[in-house]
């Protein structure tokens, strides 16, 4: 059972433009995570969000968490070459310890 | 201040065989978790050790065993390999139980099963 959705699997745009992925699931998560993953490496984290509401901003990167933390977004501004890799969202819920679930990744791929 | 280091980084075996992955976690961290990545999807669960001891498991079947030591570092074993283990398999390491604690993942180890 996938507790949660990623999307878009992919995504290819240009320079400058911009993006949003979505994480969605039914479950409450005490706290979600975003990471990027590069070829050959492992996932390499960007930002916590913990509050239902909360948004962090990471240059041009803004995370958001749902207000009933079962939901998230990563909000991409004109998005670069270097931005180009696996974006990955995972949950970790409550009595769980430190299990994270993940959703199925966005390949994001700009060009420039 | 050397992060997770996963050995070997790619190995190949076939049908049935068995294999040992091993983790040495960042240094001060003492909980070793393990994720497995199959192509074109998001880390799934395996384990998790903390005092040497199995405190999680993800739905994954007997055929994956784990051990941590004294020293924190931590092993993963697979038994009578199948196909579908082919995966990147990743270790996490955080420090302590609590949940806010941030995990720091290796590179992880590429198996290919023939």
């Known amino acids: 059972t996938q507790l949660l959705e990623q999307s878009p699997q992919f995504l290819s745009i240009q320079e400058g433009e911009n993006l949003t992925v979505y994480c969605n699931s039914s479950?409450?998560?005490?706290?979600l995570q975003w990471y990027r993953q590069e070829p050959g490496e492992g996932p390499v984290l960007l930002v916590t969000?913990?509050?239902?509401?909360e948004v962090k901003k990471l240059k041009r990167l803004t995370f958001q968490f749902g207000d009933a933390r079962k939901d998230s977004s990563l909000h991409i501004t004109a998005a670069q070459p270097g931005d180009t890799g696996l974006y990955l969202c995972?949950?970790?819920?409550?009595?769980?310890?430190?299990?994270?679930?993940f959703g199925q990744g966005t390949e994001l791929s700009v060009k420039p | 201040d050397a992060g997770v280091t996963q050995s070997p980084t790619h190995l190949i075996k076939t049908r049935g065989q068995q294999v040992t992955l091993r983790c040495s976690p960042k240094?001060?961290?003492?909980?070793v978790s393990w994720y497995q990545q199959a192509l074109g999807q998001g880390p799934q669960f395996i384990f998790q050790?903390?005092?040497?001891?199995?405190?999680q498991r993800g739905n994954f079947p007997d055929r994956f065993s784990g051990h941590q030591f004294p020293n924190y570092s931590s092993e993963l074993n697979v038994n009578a390999l199948l196909l579908g283990d082919s995966a990147l398999y990743l270790c996490?390491?955080?420090?302590?139980?609590?949940?806010?604690?941030?995990?720091?993942f290796g590179d992880g180890t590429r198996l290919s099963i023939l």
């Open positions: 996490a390491s955080r420090r302590g139980q609590g949940i806010d604690q941030p995990q720091h």
């Open positions: 479950s409450v998560f005490s706290s």
């Open positions: 969000v913990v509050t239902g509401g």
């Open positions: 995972a949950g970790l819920i409550y009595n769980q310890g430190g299990k994270l679930i």
């Open positions: 240094s001060g961290h003492d909980t």
């Open positions: 050790y903390y005092e040497e001891e199995e405190r």
